[in-house]
C-alpha cells in the first residue's frame, strides 16, 4: 500500500485526507491517506524516515510551506518564485518540491470567470487582499495569466515589498475605493472560524463596487465568509474558497500517480464534508 499523507502542526482542521483518500478510493488505488501531525524539532527526523520508508507524496500545510524548502531536493520553477512547497512527491528517495495552490486558485478563477461576463483571467484588474504565503501564490498565478494585479495589505510596507518581486502596484488597505477591478480577492485568514464575523477590508466597500465585480475568498470554513456574505447581498458574484481547496488537491493527486484526479467525486466529498460541519 502506498503511503501518503499531509504535514502541519496542527493539522485537526485539514480536509486533505477525506479529499484524497475519496479520490484513490474511485480509482481503485491501493492508497492511503494519512496525517502527519509534526512538532518542528522532529522535523529532520522525519523527512529522513521520509526518503527510506515509503511515504510517496505529502500535502504541506501551515506553518511548513517555507521552511520545508530545506529538506527537499529539487523544485519547479514557479515554487522556487512563490518560495513556498505545499506538494512533495518522493521519486524514488529524490523528494521533489511543488506548489499547487496557485494552480488551484487559478483553476478556480479561470472556471468562475468563464461562468461570468469576465469570461477570462487575461487582461483583468485583480485587487488581492493580503501579503503572506497564499497571497504570494496567488499574485504569481494572476501574473502568469496576464491579470493586472493590485496588492492591498493592512501593513503597507508587505504589500510594497510584494509588489516589488512580481512587478505589480500595491497600496493601503484604505485605497481599495480607488480601484475599479473585476476580481477582488481576500488573501488573508481574517474571517476564518472562529472568527466568523470578521473581514479585511472595509464593509462598506461592497455597496459601491464595481457591478459585475466577482468576490473570491480563500477562506472556506465558513463557506460563506462574511466578506463572501456582504458581497452577495450587495448582488454581487462570488466564489467560495473550497473550489482552490479542490482544485490545488486535483494537481497534488496528478503529480503523486500520474492519473488525472476523480474531480466530481473529490467535490461531491469536500461538500459533503463541509456540510457536515455545517460551513453551507
Ligand atoms: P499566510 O502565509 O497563510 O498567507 P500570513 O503570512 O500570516 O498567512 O499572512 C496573513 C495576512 O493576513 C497578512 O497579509 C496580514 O496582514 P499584515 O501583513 O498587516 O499582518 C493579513 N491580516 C491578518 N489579520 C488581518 C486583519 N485583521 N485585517 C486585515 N489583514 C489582516
Not at 130 to 158: H, M, P
Not at 199 to 214: E, G, K, M, Q, T
Not at 236 to 244: A, H
Not at 257 to 266: D, H, L
Request: proline share 4%.
Amino acid at each position: 500500500m502506498d503511503i501518503y499523507g499531509i504535514l502541519g502542526h496542527p493539522t485537526g482542521h485539514s480536509l486533505s485526507p477525506i479529499l484524497h483518500n475519496a479520490a484513490f478510493r474511485a480509482l481503485g488505488i491501493h492508497a492511503r491517506f494519512e496525517i502527519f501531525d509534526v512538532a518542528p524539532s522532529r522535523l529532520p527526523a522525519f523527512f529522513k524516515r521520509m526518503r527510506r520508508a515509503p511515504i510517496h507524496g505529502l500535502a504541506v500545510s501551515l506553518p511548513y510551506k517555507e521552511r520545508v524548502l530545506e529538506y527537499l531536493d529539487s523544485f519547479d520553477s514557479s515554487t522556487q518564485k512563490i518560495g513556498a512547497v505545499n506538494t512533495v512527491y518522493n521519486e524514488n528517495g529524490v523528494l521533489r518540491g511543488f506548489n499547487t495552490d496557485f494552480s488551484g486558485a487559478i483553476s478556480a478563477l479561470t472556471k468562475a470567470c468563464s461562468a461570468t461576463a469576465l469570461h477570462e483571467l487575461r487582461g483583468k484588474t485583480v485587487v488581492v487582499i493580503g501579503a503572506g504565503g497564499a497571497a504570494r501564490a496567488i499574485v504569481y498565478g494572476l501574473q502568469q495569466e496576464g491579470a493586472e494585479v493590485i496588492i492591498l495589505n493592512r501593513t503597507q510596507s508587505k504589500a510594497d515589498t510584494l509588489a516589488r518581486d512580481f512587478g505589480c502596484q500595491s497600496g493601503e488597505l484604505s485605497t481599495l475605493f480607488q480601484w475599479q477591478p473585476n476580481i477582488l480577492i481576500n488573501a488573508t485568514s481574517v474571517g476564518m472560524e472562529p472568527n466568523i464575523e470578521s473581514i479585511s477590508c472595509d464593509p462598506h466597500y461592497f455597496r459601491v463596487a464595481p457591478r459585475h465585480l466577482l468576490v473570491f475568498d480563500i477562506v472556506y470554513r465558513p463557506r460563506i465568509t462574511q466578506f463572501l456574505r456582504l458581497a452577495q447581498e450587495a448582488g454581487l458574484s462570488i466564489l467560495t474558497g473550497d473550489s482552490m481547496l479542490l482544485h490545488q488537491g486535483a494537481v497534488q493527486f496528478k503529480i503523486w500517480t500520474g492519473k488525472s484526479a476523480p474531480i466530481s467525486v473529490m467535490k461531491k466529498t469536500l461538500d459533503e464534508a463541509l456540510c457536515g460541519l455545517g460551513a453551507k
